[in-house]
């Protein structure tokens, strides 16, 4: 869905992403991208998502240019972004949230994606004094709504626990294949990753060093160099 050409983003002399070119984004299909600190990680999704103009190279969106397509124009055909903070408004319960997110974007099944991220016994909870893990996943259902072809998420498992963060891959999962979207996370929990995604990118030092099924990327001499360290 997402394709990205010899993307370049710099800050003068520093090259945070260096030529990069990879396809992402399969609809049923959980994409995460991985690598060290200050692989360019983050960089590479503000760019896909139209908060960071590329210096060099193209990205693709259903075979359409949009590298000068506004954050906005991106979000209205179909692409949706979650960011490492939660969006999280003070004073409103989770369910008075998505309702009003909800009906800002016409979405038409609002209890599915209640299901999908089961939220439906903790509605009625302060959405700010939620516990984190909660949070995370309101945060999730508020990009599903307005029924977008692609979630990106920039990890949304920070500040959880390894078995919250697999919790919430396993939503991931379960609403890309309902609602047959395709789901794009960033994420540092690198076990979560390998178990629960159908494919995995490895960035490092702002380069594409691999792109493959969870069990090829494990194999990967290069990667086991670079970042993971030993052989699984």
Do not use: C, W
């Amino acid at each position: 869905m997402i394709r990205v050409e010899n993307l370049t983003v710099a800050y003068g002399a520093f090259k945070a992403l260096n030529d990069i070119s990879v396809d992402l984004g399969q609809r049923g299909q959980v994409h995460s991208i991985i690598g060290p600190n200050g692989a360019g990680k983050s960089t590479f999704m503000d760019a896909v998502v139209g908060k960071r103009r590329p210096s060099a190279g193209r990205i693709f969106y259903k075979d359409r240019d949009i590298s000068g397509d506004s954050i906005q124009r991106r979000r209205k055909n179909g692409m949706a972004r979650s960011f490492q903070k939660t969006s999280i408004f003070p004073g409103l319960t989770i369910l008075e949230q998505l309702d009003l997110v909800a009906a800002h974007l016409n979405e038409p099944d609002l209890g599915a994606i209640i299901d999908t991220m089961d939220l439906r016994e903790v509605l009625h909870l302060e959405a700010a004094r939620a516990a984190y893990g909660v949070q995370r996943r309101v945060d999730v259902a508020l990009g599903l709504i307005g029924m977008p072809d692609i979630l990106l998420l920039d990890e949304p498992g920070a500040g959880l626990s390894a078995e919250e963060t697999a919790n919430l891959f396993r939503h991931l999962r379960k609403l890309a294949a309902e609602r047959d979207i395709a789901a794009v996370v960033v994420e540092h929990d690198v076990e979560a990753v390998f178990a629960l995604s159908d494919v995995v990118t490895v960035l490092d030092l702002g380069r594409h060093l691999a792109t493959g099924t969870p069990a090829e990327i494990r194999a990967n001499p290069q990667v086991v160099a670079a970042y993971l360290g030993t052989a699984a």
